[in-house]
Structures are given as structure tokens and as C-alpha cells.
């Protein structure tokens, strides 16, 4: 199975090389009107089903699928946007060998059970109007499939165009995802998505040189190294978390013990001497170093493979002076980036020191303070990720339901695990501490950031409703017991 995204303009190109290659685009339409078929024959029982056409090659798709269905058994006909003797092409050829019903789309309210939206692909670039309009804004996306898109979605953006888009509880893809089917909202108006194989010649696919994947284990887990029975705790990564004052202390704890619980050989908090006594208190297997002025902090900082700034961690003068000193130290480590640091990049501290293998994990208010307008001006989140990757020279996780992990090449992978309850305070200190738990273990920052959000993911996945931040950390061992090797990198 492969995870990379294509969008529709390289989608298009994979259709044009493969015709060159020999393989007829209607035998592309044939494969996919099959898949459609196959994909809802496995998860409906036969019932009055109208399939949608619209002018297009998305409505040629629809057309094979309701003669296969029809050829089934199943009680099918087809309602049309365009008639058929103004269709052209591979769609118009589609429709000829249709010899069920059809009629206007306008023609009446329908009485179907189920509905298959086969009216506008993926590179549809203006609002849906009219009956297509009408129909998509009534239809229950329960009883809905959606061939290649939801119609109204922009394959790229994954908006809704003009504000109007059909609602799927399937929706059947060919090649490769999109960018809708992983962005939001797009991903909610999609519900289920297959991807069918319809025969595109690999060298077709890949020719267009995808840089962007939908995160899954086979991208990140081969660079992750992993202990052996020789392994020693040192070899296994030391991290650094930097503290705030006294009263501020609990979100370093979070990241710490998740850096720990990831994997990391030892973990130590830097912590002013007024925060000792808090950490000191409730921690037992992570140490503590005094930093009592900057030399204190970056002797804290010799010998560790990665640090966590920003938790919790002040944005006065005296965190200004700290966070340049340490990002301006001499043979530093790797840096993780949050919350309070990324307000003082914002401000432009240290903004010049940052380096390739460092990583920012901006919430997207923080994201439009580092990079004022980008976000608003982007076509998507991915195009604003990479900008912002670009910028700074450094990976970037630009968090949200759709967590996008940019790195300064231009690679981009798009995080789907998750669930609405790690909306809690203190999950981004948790998220944080796991990405420097991986880097620490030798894993590079893009990687390190993917795999943290998939894992944070996931562990939010198994906790479910009523989790807290405390949660996350302890649940980790169990997700980790699942992942094996294998696969391709992304890289």
C-alpha cells in the first residue's frame, strides 16, 4: 500500500503518461467504474440505488459503475446532468453501453435508497450550482458514495467550493489520495476512502516525483533506530527539557515523561533554582540540573542530543537572553520549539540561529505569528507548512486536526490519527517531549516530528473520551507494542 498524495494536476499527468504508455483512458474508466462497483457491492446490500452522471469523465466512471450494478442484479438507473448525446470522449463511449434507465437529474425527486455522486471530480474549479447544488445540500451523506471526490470539494484545498459540497459516507479514489481526502474539511465530507489500483503504470506515478505522503509507520519507523540487546541507556538519546519558574513547572514534567516513555535512555529537566523543589517532588526516574544563569543553562545542554524549549517557559527578557544564548550555542544539540519559544522566534530571538535539524510545533495561532499573512494567503495548509519550512530552514509541525510535518526540501506528510478529546491542555507539551524522545534516539527531526504526531495520535485514539495530558505518556507502550517494521521511507 503505498501513502504518498498526489495532487490533481500531477493526478492528470499520471492519466497522460499512462495513455502514452499504452494504457487506453478508457480502460482506465472501465477499472474504476469497476472498483466503484466492487467497493459498494462489499459494504451495501442490493437496493434502489441512483447514480448521479455528471459531463465529465468523473460522470464516465459513474456510467460503468451503474451497468456493472445493474449487471448484478442490483435495482439501478442513472440520472444525468448532460444528455447523453451531448457527452464526448471515453464518458460518451461509457454511456453508450449503458442499457438501463436513465433520466434528467431534474426530472423528479428520486426514490432511492442509495446515492453515488458521480457528477464532478476532483478538478472541479468553481461552485456547484443548480440541481447539483440542490442535490447536495439534501442528500443524506450516510447513504451517499462519492466517486473520486465529493462533488464541490477543490482537490487541493480540500474546501468546499462556494461554501456548497456533497457529504459521503464512502468515497472511492483511484491511483492515490488527494489533499482533500486528508485535509479539513474535506476529510469530514469524504467518510470513508478507498483507494483503487486501476493500473496506472508505476513509472507513470512515479514521474511526477511525489513530495507528499499521508503519515504511516513505513515512512518513519525504518529511520528509527531500535535498541538491541547490546544497547546501553546512553545510546539510546539523553534529552533536555527546559523549565519554567516555580508555578510553572508541569509542563516540562509532560514533555519529560513522554521523551522518557517514547524511548529516550535519560531525560533530565533544567529548572531555575526556584523550580527545583516542584520537580523534585513528583519526578523519580528524570533528572534535574540547576540553570541558574545562561552558562548554567547550556552546561545543562552539554551532552544531550535533543532539547525541548518553550513549555511553560516565560517570554521575558530573561527567556529572550536564554532561548538566543542556547540556539546560539556552540556544538548544540538538535532543538524541539513550543509554545513559549515559538512566541520569542516570533519577536525574532533567535530566529537566525535555527538550524536544519531543529523542529517548530506551532498551534496555528502561534503559526500566524511566526509567519504573519501565509497562512491566510496559502492555498492550503500544506502550501503554508512548506512556506514556513522554507523560511526558517527547519522541519515544522504545524498542528490541527489535519497536522501537517513540513521540512525545508519541500517534503510534506499530513498526519490523519487523532481524536477531538487531545483538545486538552497540556497535549503539545506531551507531543513535544515525543518528538525529542525519537530524535534523541537517532532518529532525523522529519522523521522524529512525523512519528511523534502519529504516535500522539494514536494514543489519543485509544484513550478516547475523558483523557487528560497525564494520560498520554502511560498509554504509550501499548501503541508502540504495535508497530513493526517494514516498508519504504519516504525518503
Known amino acids: 500500500m503505498s501513502f504518498e498524495i498526489v495532487n490533481v494536476a500531477q493526478m492528470r499527468a499520471i492519466d497522460a503518461a499512462a495513455a ?45 459503475a451503474a451497468r456493472l450494478l445493474l449487471e448484478r442484479g442490483w435495482p439501478v438507473w442513472v440520472e444525468t446532468l448532460a444528455p447523453r448525446e451531448a457527452l464526448a470522449g471515453d464518458a460518451a463511449d461509457a454511456a453508450r453501453a449503458w442499457r438501463g434507465e436513465t433520466k434528467p437529474i ?62 459521503a459516507a464512502l468515497t472511492v479514489t483511484f491511483v492515490r489520495k488527494k489533499p482533500v481526502h486528508v485535509l479539513y474539511p474535506g476529510r469530514l465530507h469524504c467518510g470513508e476512502v478507498v483507494v483503487a489500483d486501476i493500473g496506472a503504470p508505476a513509472a507513470a506515478i512515479a514521474g511526477q516525483a511525489p513530495t507528499l505522503w499521508e503519515s504511516d509507520p513505513s515512512l518513519w519507523w525504518p529511520a528509527w533506530p531500535q535498541p538491541s540487546w547490546e544497547t546501553h541507556k546512553h545510546a539510546r538519546g ?8 516555580a508555578m510553572r513547572t508541569g509542563a516540562a514534567r509532560l514533555a519529560a515523561r513522554s521523551a522518557l516513555r517514547v524511548g529516550a535512555g535519560l531525560v533530565t529537566i533544567a529548572a531555575p533554582p526556584d523550580a527545583l523543589a516542584e520537580h523534585a517532588a513528583q519526578l523519580n526516574a528524570v533528572m534535574l540540573s540547576e540553570a541558574r544563569d545562561e552558562a548554567g543553562w547550556i552546561a545543562a545542554m552539554e551532552r544531550k542530543a535533543c532539547v525541548v524549549i518553550g513549555p511553560a517557559f516565560g517570554t521575558d527578557a530573561a527567556a529572550e537572553q536564554t532561548l538566543s544564548a542556547l540556539l546560539g550555542a556552540n556544538d548544540r544539540p538538535a532543538m524541539v520549539l ?36 501565509v497562512l491566510e494567503q496559502a492555498p492550503s495548509r500544506i502550501n503554508a507548512a512548506r512556506e514556513a519550512a522554507r523560511r526558517f530552514g527547519c522541519t515544522v509541525l504545524l498542528k490541527g486536526p489535519d497536522t501537517v510535518i513540513a521540512a525545508p526540501d519541500g517534503r510534506a506528510i499530513v498526519n490523519t490519527t487523532g481524536t477531538p478529546f487531545l483538545a ?66 519516504c525518503c
Open 338 to 373: 513550543d509554545a513559549d519559544a515559538l512566541t520569542l522566534i516570533a519577536r525574532g530571538i533567535g530566529r537566525e540561529r535555527l538550524r536544519a535539524d531543529d523542529v517548530l510545533t506551532p498551534h496555528v495561532g502561534e503559526f500566524r505569528r511566526l509567519c504573519p499573512g
Open 238 to 245: 539523553d534529552v533536555l527539557i527546559a523549565s519554567g519558574p
Open 424 to 489: 486538552t491542555a497540556g497535549a503539545g507539551d506531551v507531543l513535544a517531549g515525543m518528538i525529542a524522545g525519537i530524535a534523541a534516539q537517532g532518529a532525523p527531526s522529519f522523521e522524529a516530528a512525523a512519528a511523534g504526531a502519529w504516535l500522539h495520535g494514536k494514543v489519543g485514539e485509544a484513550l478516547g473520551a475523558g483523557l487528560i495530558s497525564e494520560d498520554l505518556p502511560e498509554k504509550l507502550p501499548l501503541v508502540l507494542k504495535t508497530l513493526g517494521g517494514g516498508g519504504e521511507g
Open 106 to 167: 431534474w426530472s423528479s425527486d428520486t426514490d432511492a435508497d442509495l446515492f453515488v455522486d458521480a457528477l464532478f471530480g476532483a478538478g472541479l474549479s468553481r461552485p456547484l450550482d443548480g440541481y447539483a447544488a440542490r442535490l447536495a445540500q439534501t442528500l443524506p451523506a450516510e447513504r451517499t458514495v462519492a466517486i473520486d471526490v465529493p462533488s464541490g470539494l477543490n482537490g487541493d484545498t480540500g474546501r468546499a467550493q462556494g461554501g456548497v459540497c456533497f457529504s
Open 20 to 64: 502514452h504508455a499504452g494504457v487506453a483512458t478508457r480502460t482506465l474508466m472501465e477499472r474504476a467504474g469497476r472498483a466503484v462497483a466492487d467497493a459498494i457491492a462489499s459494504r451495501f446490500s442490493a437496493r434502489p440505488t441512483a447514480i448521479f452522471c455528471g459531463p465529465g469523465n468523473n460522470g464516465g466512471d459513474g456510467w460503468v
